[in-house]
């Protein structure tokens, strides 16, 4: 556009166009530029303008509202001035001096913008969220399956687009003038446009943002397992499991295969979350594998599966890792049974050497302090040391006893064995528990406790005690130890009777095969073969049974069978070359040869062993009576005894000559001690309280003697009375014994039961050597007359005095 006044020639127009402001002629004028006066709001806008005529001004102003901007000075006759982020339509002149332009209007295209808008947040409920509103926050963050209801606010805008992605929404809904409003549910990561335009512009504004997607995670779950300390097949399980918004169910599942490989069908047994249903929860579980009825070499895998509560794609689950117990083979049973019964025998053995040891130690220990002034330091230290061997010694037996407990567990697991060998397990473990008092602990502590003030009698008392203690400890671990091996030797030998009734079936049934030619010669050779070494496995637990024998203290009179094991091991060898050469009929005649000589040598073993019981049986209710009658004698001697020390001065030769009687009483119990601890090593039924008897009278015998040596009758009155009370306990007990034995005598003696179920036979048959209860019945009897015939004479004579 240009203004030049030169241009207007009719002077009516001015008096036509009288509201119209004209330039007055002036000596230049102002030109814009080729420029259409229209730009977009919130933009800048630069004025471009040009000065003509026969003077240049130095300054040019652009009018704005009546105020004055300085023009950029381009050149002589170029000016230009910019508008900045402009809002609105704008009138504006060009001046200099008093020179000014006419009026001139910048049109500004209203512009579509985003005031402000509302997120709103409808989490899934399942989430546990609570729902939240977002102000003015495009970039969201959210959990899949969210609901977001979107609230936008405009200015100047006809027309709002949204695009989800690559799709379009063509649900957007207008609220107001202003308002546009859409909902959209959030599934996986997306960018969404924002398009909006007013009805002047041609063109669309946009804004882009981002929806990022929280993903329900897999649920967690942690188990430990603890093994019950007493039976590997019970397992304790504890875990937890957490999940990002909650836990829905949790299950254990566990599933058999059998040594054959067949597994079973898996097991799903439901467990109870403690923690309720929430992102985090505690659990607890057993499984008792004792109710599967687990056969040798099967094997059980086991592990729990926790659910989320995903209720957008479902619920997810995640499983613990994989566990899994395997009940060893038979084979692996037997080998870990014979290794615990070696590792139990040598811990009980050095128990007992150990034991005795110390016994002697003790002695010293108490001999030294007798010669000590008072008790020092260095005494002290050796007390403790003392101890500490003791300690040391209950456990090494303790670790014995745990083997043991370990072998009849798995005992059940792989083989029944007959109720009377069970019966006596049974009784030795029971004898192994009692021998484990605390009465040793509680000596120990109370020695401890004393330790820091201990004088000299206290620990010459202490030690005496010590040492009678462990004495007893000691002859009880002897006992057990003794029975132990009785226990071992009669198992080895009835496995090995049923072993070789056993491989006597399967050689049968294979020679029948060979006979039929049923199989292949390859498979009835392999077949033959495995049965061979089975059979080499029976020859070299005949051999182990025979060394066991040498172990005992008295051993058994078990024969050897190498000739007849080699006899039927040289008729499965030729069978097996028969079947080589393909002569069926020769093979299958040696193979049942073979298995009728396993038969007979079954037969024999186990008729030795019921020859052995029986005997050995009528052995012991034969020591057992005269045990009685020696107890019963002992007692009314020490009754006689009491009566007549009453009523002697213990100042004469009588009283001596009591006393004398007393020791020899002493004496007779020595022997009777004797036989019953010889006796209590192969006989189950006596108890481990028998045998505290047995201490409990050599107390008060030792105590009866002291007394009477100090001439402190009423004194060893008391001991007196409780020899004759324990010994009267002890012929109860005895008789009790006697009367098992007796019934079980006349169960043996039934018509059609051939064995009493006894451990085995003695190297010696009753009747060929004196037995230690024939001693003490001809000792017994003959002092206990010798003494009452002389303290009858006695009498008589300083009656007749």
Known sequence: MAVVPSLIKDPTTRLIQNDKEFERDALFHFELSAQELKTRQNSDFTIHAKVSGTVMPSEAFIVVDQFPYRMQKISDDEYSYTFNNIQHDTEFKLKSGEIESSAFQLKVIRQAVLEGFDAKLNYPGYTGRKNETLRNTGDLNVPQGTRVDFLWNTINADELKVRWGNQWNNELQRSGENRFQASYRAMKDQSYTLYFKNAEADYYDSVTYSISIIPDQYPEIRVDPFQDSTDTKVVYLAGDASDDYGLNRLEFLYQIKHANGQPEALQKVPVNLQSGQGTNSAFRHVFDMTTLNLLPGDMVSYYFEIWDNDAVNGSKSSKSSMLEFRQRSTEEMTKQEEQNNADIKAEMEKSVRDAKKLQQKLADFKNKMLQEKDVQWQNKKDLEKLMKEQEDIQKNFEDAKKKFDDNLKNQNQHSQPDENLLEKQQQLQKMMNESMSDEMKQLIKQIQDLMQELNKDQAVQMSEKFENKTQELTKEMDRLLELFKELELEKTRKDQIDKLRELADEQKKLAEKTEKKEESKENLEKKQDELNKKFDDIQKKQEDIQKKNKELEKPKDIKDRKAESESIKKDMEQSKDKLNKSENSSASEKQKEAANKMEEQAESMEQEMQSGEKEQHEEDIKVIRQL??????????????????????????????????????????????????????????????????????????????????????????????????????????????????????????????????????????????????????????????????????????????
């Open 628 to 801: 009685l009658e020696n107890l019963v004698a002992l007692s009314f001697d020490q009754e006689s005894l009491i009566k007549e020390m009453s009523q002697t001065n213990p100042q004469t030769p009588h009283y001596v000559s009591l006393v004398q009687d007393q020791f020899r009483l002493k004496d007779n119990f020595r022997l009777i001690e004797d036989t019953l601890t010889e006796l209590s090593k192969r006989v189950f039924e006596i108890s481990t309280y028998v045998m505290d008897k047995v201490d409990e009278i050599n107390d008060n015998f030792k105590q009866t003697i002291n007394h009477l040596e100090a001439r402190s009758v009423s004194a060893a009155s008391g001991n007196q009375h409780r020899v004759m009370k324990n010994a009267n306990d002890l012929a109860v007990m005895l008789s009790e014994t006697l009367s098992k034995k007796q019934k079980k005598a006349a169960s043996c003696n039934k018509p059609g039961n051939g064995s009493c179920n006894k451990p085995g036979g003695t190297g010696k048959k009753p009747g060929k050597s004196k037995s230690p209860s024939d001693k003490v019945n001809r000792h017994s009897s003959e002092k206990c007359s010798r003494s009452s015939n002389k303290r009858r004479k006695s009498v008589e004579r300083e009656e007749a005095n």
